[in-house]
Every structure is written in C-alpha cells, then in structure tokens.
C-alpha cells in the first residue's frame, strides 16, 4: 500500500443513512418551501400593494372628513365668537377696566388722604388733650402738692414713732429682756444641768438592774431548756434503736421469703421459656423449608427463564435496535431537514427571481411604458391647459386687483377711523386727568403745607407737559403703535 494515495476508508453506516435520507427529505420539503416562500411574497405584495396603501388611504379620508365636519364649528368659533371676544376687550372692556381702575384708584387715594388729615387733626385734638389737660396738671399736683405733703407726713409719722415707741423699746430691752436672760443663764441653765445628771445616773443604775436580773432568768432558762433536750434526745435514740432493730428484723424475714418466692416461680417461668424457645424454633425451621419448597419453581422460572428471557431477548435487541439504528435515523433526519429547508430556499428563490423577471420584463414594463407615454402625457397637457393656466390667469387678474382693492377702498380707511377714534378717546382721557390733577392741587391748597411736602401751587412736570402738549402730540405719544 503506498503512503502518498491511501485507499478511501470505507463508508460508515451512518454515511449509508444519510443520502438516501437526504434525498427523500429534500424531494418531500421542495414543495412546501416553495408554498411557503410563495405564501410569503404573496402576503408582502399585499401588505406593501394594498393594505398599506389602502389604510393611508381611509386615515387620509378620514382626517379630511373630520376637518370638513369640524371645519364649520372652527371657523365659526374662531371668527363668530374668539374675534369679536377679542376686540370687545381689546377695544372697550380693558380701556374701559383700566379709566374705572384710575377713577377708583384716585378716588381712594383722595378720599385716604383726606381720612388720613381728618384722623391725624383728631389724634392731634386728642393728644395736646391728653397732655395738657390731663398729663400737665396731674404733674404739676404730683410735684407742688403731693409730694411735699408726702414728706412732711413721714417726717411727722418718723418722729411720733420715735416719741411713742421708745419708753416701749426701753422698758423691753431693761425690764424684760435683760432680768430674764440673767435668770436664765445663772438659775434655770444649773438647775436644768443638775436633773439631767441626776436622771442620767439613775438611769445607768436600773439599767444595770435589769440586765444583770434578765441573765440570770435566761442562764436558768437555758440550763432548764438544754436537760429537756437532753432527756427528749435520749428518749428519741432509744425508740429510734428499738424501730431500726424490729425493721430489720421484719425486712430480713420479707427478703428471705421474696427470695423463695422468686425462685419458684423463676424456676416455673425459665423451663415454660425453654419450652416455648425450642418449640417455636422447631416451628420456623418446618415454615422456611415449607416456602422454600413451594417457592423453588417460582424462583427458578424467574431466575432462569424470565429473566435471561426480557434480557436477551427483548430489552437488549431494542436497546441495540435505539442505539444503532433509530437514533442515527432521527438524527440524519434531523440535520437533513434543516439542510433540505436551506436548499430548498435557494431553489425557491432562483425560480421566484426567474418569475419576477419574467413578470417584469413581460408585463411590468410594457404597462409602464403604455401609462407614460399612452395616458400621462395627454393627461399632463389636459392639467395644464385645463386647469393650472386658468387658474393661474383668475389670481392673477382677478383675485389680486380685488384683495387691492379691499386693502386700500375697505381696511385702510377702517384702520383709520378706528385709529383716530382711539387717539381720541385717549386725547378725552387725559384732559379729564389733567381736570381732576387741577381739582386737587386746589383742594390741597386749601390746607397748611406739611413740612417736606410740595408746595401745592407747583405743577409736576408730567403735569405740566401734559397740559402744555396739543391733543394730538398727547395721544400720539401714548399710542407707540399709531401710524406717525
């Protein structure tokens, strides 16, 4: 044999398996996979051709109807009700909130300040009141009158205390005080020293009495208590040598019969025993060679035929038959399948990329060619002769000179009018501001000046610009947005 071109090794049996398998397998998945693929580009083509286009559709549809039935209420509530809302507070509710606002803010400010005068003249009433007709005098009464009276009544209470109390304070100290601290210190404190001396020793004395005559009592207490225990001890070990003898007595004659009693009836229970042990061993030897007689045949036909039997003839074969043959079948099968469903997918695609060709070469493109150049070129010439240059023509020459005409005939002149009529209430507006100004610096001139304030007869400078600027200057200056 040489080394450089072995013989081929022989094929394995699973090799033998696997072509035919693989054969069939393919033969038998080709159809599916190719009504499978075509299913699926079926179910694309519908997707993408119709369903797609067809739900585009229906919500375009959709939305525009909504907006042609909703379109009616917007505008109504856009150009009915919003618009007219909106200049009726842009026109006339906020200017005329912001002329009440003023009205009202001045004619608090007014009113304040005039509270504010009449309240500060009262307090002013109330205090110099307070202070001159009430605090002064009660001063004045408190330092003239009340407070010499004051001290001229402790100087005079001081002294009479002094006259009536001192031959009291005299007669204490010398005639009381002094004899009783005297009696004290030389009668009363010996006296009292002597009888507690003399209690005290009488009292070391019965105390010594006593306690000699109360050891007495208990030493001849204690010698009587000790003979009696003396006695009773005795008494108690003598009865307790008497008890302890009878009971041994007693307790040497119960063990000697217990003893004799056991023995008997240990004898009688030992040869019952005996004779019980050897009849049931008797017993279990006759019962174990009557099974074993009659359970032989039973073992033996399991042992030797039975089972050698489902072994060899049932379990090994079907384990070798599993190992061998059906588990390399299903697995062959197995890769086969998804091997064949991979082929079978290119195959599909080769013949389905050979149809799409055909259909486009044969049907696509000759429809296409036909829908440009039979129907879309008459039908672009139609749309534009037919409706974009007529259309075209209409806005140009005749929806442009009419929205013209409306700027400068209809909304210019409104603007105007409506601009002026601002400007004019505006004008109205500060006059009758520079009229209530006036109105109160002549009320203010009315009062005395306040330290720090404004003299009333000097005009404020926006006052003054005010009144001195033509209406027209005025309102022009306050409207920013007005055309100069």
């Known amino acids: 044999m040489s080394t450089e071109n072995p013989a081929p090794a022989p094929p394995t049996p699973h090799a033998l398996i696997r072509i035919p398998v693989r054969i069939v397998v393919l033969l038998l998945i080709l159809p599916v996979r190719m009504t499978w693929d075509a299913l699926k580009v079926t179910a694309r083509f519908l997707d993408r051709a119709v369903l797609r286009p067809a739900g585009r559709g229906l919500a375009l549809g959709a939305r525009w109807l909504g907006k042609a039935v909703t379109w009616p209420f917007v505008m109504l509530w856009r150009y009915v009700i919003v618009?007219?809302?909106?200049?009726?507070?842009?026109?006339?509710?906020?200017?005329?909130?912001?002329?009440?606002?003023?009205?009202?803010?001045?004619?608090?400010?007014?009113?304040?300040?005039?509270?504010?005068?009449?309240?500060?003249?009262?307090?002013?009433?109330?205090?110099?009141?307070?202070?001159?007709?009430?605090?002064?005098?009660?001063?004045?009464?408190?330092?003239?009158?009340?407070?010499?009276?004051?001290?001229?009544?402790?100087?005079?209470?001081?002294?009479?205390?002094?006259?009536?109390?001192?031959?009291?304070?005299?007669?204490?100290?010398?005639?009381?005080?002094?004899?009783?601290?005297?009696?004290?210190?030389?009668?009363l404190a010996p006296l009292g020293r002597g009888v507690g001396w003399l209690l005290t020793r009488t009292g070391h004395g019965l105390t010594w009495l006593f306690t000699g005559l109360g050891r007495g009592i208990a030493w001849a207490a204690t010698g009587l208590w000790h003979g009696v225990t003396w006695a009773a001890t005795g008494l108690w070990r003598g009865l307790a040598w008497l008890g302890t003898g009878v009971w041994r007595g007693l307790a040497w004659l119960g063990t000697g019969v217990w003893r004799g009693l056991a023995w008997f009836?240990?004898?009688?229970?030992?040869?019952?025993?005996?004779?019980?042990?050897?009849?049931?061993?008797?017993?279990?030897?006759?019962?174990?060679?009557?099974?074993?007689?009659?359970?032989?045949?039973?073992?033996?036909?399991?042992?030797?035929?039975?089972?050698?039997?489902?072994?060899?003839?049932?379990?090994?074969?079907?384990?070798?038959?599993?190992?061998?043959?059906?588990?390399?079948?299903?697995?062959?099968?197995?890769?086969?399948?998804?091997?064949?469903?991979?082929?079978?997918?290119?195959?599909?695609?080769?013949?389905?990329?050979?149809?799409?060709?055909?259909?486009?070469?044969?049907?696509?493109?000759?429809?296409?060619?036909?829908?440009?150049?039979?129907?879309?070129?008459?039908?672009?010439?139609?749309a534009r002769h037919l409706v974009r240059r007529p259309l075209a023509w209409a806005y140009r020459e005749v929806c442009t000179p009419v929205g013209h005409w409306v700027r400068d005939a209809v909304w210019a002149p409104a603007r105007k009018a409506l601009a002026e009529g601002r400007h004019a209430t505006r004008a109205a507006l500060a006059s009758a501001r520079d009229t209530v100004r006036r109105a109160r610096q002549d009320v203010r001139g009315l009062w005395p000046a306040r330290p720090g304030s404004r003299r009333p007869d000097t005009p404020s400078p926006t006052l003054s610009s005010a009144a001195m600027a033509p209406p027209s200057s005025a309102s022009s200056a306050l409207d920013p947005g007005s055309p100069r």
């Not at 618009?83 to 005329?96: G, I, K, N, Q, S």
């Not at 009158?145 to 100290?173: D, E, I, Q, S």
């Not at 042990?277 to 008797?282: A, F, I, V, Y």
């Not at 079978?344 to 070469?361: M, P, Q």
């Open 83 to 187: 618009a007219p809302a909106v200049w009726l507070y842009d026109a006339v509710l906020a200017p005329l909130g912001r002329g009440v606002g003023w009205l009202l803010t001045r004619t608090g400010q007014g009113l304040g300040w005039v509270f504010t005068g009449l309240g500060k003249a009262v307090a002013w009433f109330f205090t110099a009141l307070w202070r001159y007709g009430v605090v002064a005098p009660a001063v004045w009464l408190y330092r003239a009158v009340l407070a010499p009276l004051g001290r001229g009544l402790r100087w005079l209470l001081t002294g009479l205390a002094k006259v009536l109390v001192w031959p009291v304070v005299f007669v204490w100290r010398y005639g009381i005080a002094a004899p009783a601290v005297w009696l004290y210190g030389a009668v």
């Open 265 to 382: 009836f240990g004898g009688i229970w030992y040869g019952l025993a005996f004779a019980l042990t050897r009849l049931g061993r008797g017993l279990a030897v006759l019962g174990r060679w009557t099974l074993t007689a009659l359970a032989w045949p039973v073992v033996t036909f399991w042992r030797y035929l039975l089972v050698p039997f489902v072994t060899y003839g049932i379990a090994r074969p079907a384990a070798w038959l599993w190992r061998r043959v059906l588990a390399p079948l299903g697995r062959e099968i197995r890769d086969a399948v998804g091997i064949c469903w991979r082929a079978a997918g290119f195959v599909s695609r080769a013949v389905g990329r050979g149809i799409a060709w055909a259909v486009r070469t044969l049907l696509v493109r000759p429809v296409a060619w036909a829908a440009r150049n039979l129907v879309g070129r008459p039908v672009r010439w139609l």
